[in-house]
C-alpha cells in the first residue's frame, strides 16, 4: 500500500514517462526539471519510493490518483482566454485536442490510435451527441482523456443568456452523468468569442480554450497530407492541436493522425492533456519567450476560421 504522502503528491500531479514505440509520452504533469533529475522525483516525495513501487506500478499508480481530478485547472487562468501554454521553447510538450464528437466511427478509431501511442487528449464534446452516444464518450473518460465543453446544439449564432447557459450547463450536466467529469474547460463552436457563450461561460469560471494550430480537417478539401503539412508548419512548445473526432466525416484525419504523431515524437515532442499543460505553465511562470507566449486577447489572430 502506498503511504498517505505518496498518495498526497501523486494526487498534486507529477510525472511518469512510459516508453513507447516511437518515444517517450506524458502520463502526469510534466516538469522539465522533473525529466532532468529523477532525484527530484523522490525528493518531493520527503522518502525512498518503496522498492515494490517502480516502472509500471508507479505509473498505474500515478495514473489512479491523477484521473481523480484529471479536468482540474490553475485558478489563476479560469475564467481566461487561452490559446497556447507560456512555456519554455525547451519544453517541448503539445496538446492534441479534438472538437464536435464523439461519434460512432471516427471517435473509436482516434482512440484506437492514441491508445496504441500511449498517448492521452482533449475531446470537447457536444452535448447532443453525448446524449446519441454516451458509451463512446464514456470510453474517452475511461480511456484517461480529458472532456471539455462544446455547447449542446455547437450553434454559432447570438443568444441571450439563458439560451448561452442552456447550451452549456445542459452539455455540463449530461458528461456529468455520463462520465462523472466536472470539467472546467469550454470551447466555443467557430472561435466565436462575441455571441454570448464566452461571457456566460467566464462567469461561470470556464477555461475558454482556443487553439494555436489549426490542422484545417474541417475545410472541405482537408486531405490527410494537407493536415500533417498545416500541423507540421505550426507546432511549437505548449502549443494546442485543434482537430475534428466529429461534426462529420473525418476519416482524412483518421488517416492523417497517426503521421502527425509520428512527425511530433520525431521531433522530440511529447504529449499532454489541456489541463496538463496549463499546470507546466504555472510551473514555468517565470519564463517568457518570445516564441511561447500565452495569448488572452479577445479575437483570434486567424480571422479566417474554418472550424465547423
Known sequence: MFSHKLFQFLTVGTITLVATGGGLSLTGLLHQNYLNNSSLFTQSLGNKLPDNLNGSALANAQDVA?????????????GQTIYQAKLPITDKVIALTFDDGPGPK????????LKKNHIKATFFVVGQMVSFHPQIT?????????????????????????TAASEINRTADIIYKTTGVKTTLFRPPGGFLHNGLVDYAKSQKYAIMMWSDESG????HGQAARLIKNVE??????????MHDGGGNRSQTVKALPQ???YLKNKGYKFATIPEL?????????VLTAESSIVTKDE???QKLHHQ
Open 233 to 242: 508548419k505550426s507546432a511549437k512548445p505548449g502549443g494546442i492541436i485543434l
Open 300 to 302: 483570434h489572430p486567424n
Open 217 to 220: 480537417d474541417s475545410q472541405r
Open 138 to 162: 464514456k470510453q474517452i473518460a475511461d480511456d484517461g482523456h480529458v472532456l471539455g465543453n462544446h455547447t449542446w446544439h455547437h450553434w454559432y449564432r447570438r443568444m441571450n443568456v439563458a
Open 106 to 113: 471516427n471517435t473509436t478509431e482516434i482512440l484506437d490510435i
Open 278 to 286: 496549463l499546470t507546466m505553465q504555472t510551473q514555468a511562470k517565470d
Open 66 to 78: 491523477f484521473n481523480q481530478n484529471k479536468e482540474a485547472i490553475p485558478k489563476e487562468l479560469q
Open 260 to 262: 502527425i504523431i509520428a
